[in-house]
């Protein structure tokens, strides 16, 4: 089993530009969230997913659109990307919907110019 | 806004030695969980504990929880190298959805 997949590892984009952070996993998994890791705030909870068709917001969304048309894709997009927005993003996956452990991707480290 | 405080920030610690981390958290909990994180990868989850639950032994691992003083500790019993990492705690109260987490403790275990 692959797991949780993230794509891209890498990206760099400037101000004002939009991407898509993809995010696949392989473990039928109900619960998908995205996260994001800065220095010193440790990890913080974008968006979330308990089933397919089904988001909601976490602690920090502003910025940040999230779908989930099928179970094992979960999609993270950036509208007009920015500074504030240069982070390390992970994906997480939970078989449990309530608070169960979570499975991560290696993340995508992202620089907005 | 943080949900557990991992403490000390920072320990460094000789090869074989036992490491010790604290979290302390505010509001009440369904569970408590610890993850690893290695420089540069994602987290990987280490143990669960309940909150009807005071001990769990997982390896070299022992995580206790004291929900009257709001707070759980991680041993890792004699120490290796490769456990230089962060380690978190992470905390999820009732029906909710969301696993908050702390800003870590960077573990250095020296050869």
């Known amino acids: 089993n692959a797991g949780v997949t993230q794509t891209p590892k890498f990206q760099v984009l400037k101000t004002g530009q939009s991407m898509t952070l993809q995010c696949a996993q392989d473990?039928?998994?109900?619960?998908m969230s995205w996260y994001r890791q800065d220095p010193g705030m440790g990890l913080r909870l974008i968006h979330y997913?308990?089933?397919?068709?089904?988001?909601d917001q976490g602690e920090v969304p502003n910025g940040y659109n999230v779908s989930r048309s099928t179970t094992e894709d979960f999609p993270l997009r950036l509208l007009s990307a920015a500074p504030s927005q240069t982070s390390v993003y992970f994906c997480?996956?939970?078989?449990?919907?309530?608070?169960?452990?979570?499975?991560f991707g290696e993340g995508s480290r992202l620089t907005v110019l | 806004s943080q949900q557990g405080e991992e403490d000390p920030q920072a320990l460094s610690i000789q090869e074989g030695e036992n490491a010790t981390m604290n979290c302390s958290y505010k509001?009440?909990?369904?569970?408590l969980q610890w993850y690893r994180q290695n420089s540069g990868r994602g987290l990987v989850h280490l143990i669960l504990?309940?909150?009807?639950?005071r001990e769990k032994h997982s390896g070299r691992l022992r995580v206790t929880l004291d929900t009257s003083k709001k707070s759980s500790s991680l041993l890792i019993t004699a120490s290796r190298a490769a456990d230089t990492a962060s380690y978190f705690c992470?905390?999820?109260?009732?029906?909710?959805?969301?696993?908050?987490f702390g800003k870590g403790t960077l573990l250095t275990v020296n050869p």
């Open positions: 509001t009440s909990i369904n569970n």
């Open positions: 997480a996956s939970s078989p449990r919907l309530y608070t169960g452990e979570l499975f």
């Open positions: 504990i309940r909150s009807n639950e």
């Open positions: 997913s308990v089933g397919a068709g089904i988001t």
């Open positions: 473990m039928n998994h109900e619960y």
């Open positions: 992470a905390t999820g109260g009732g029906s909710n959805y969301k696993l908050t």
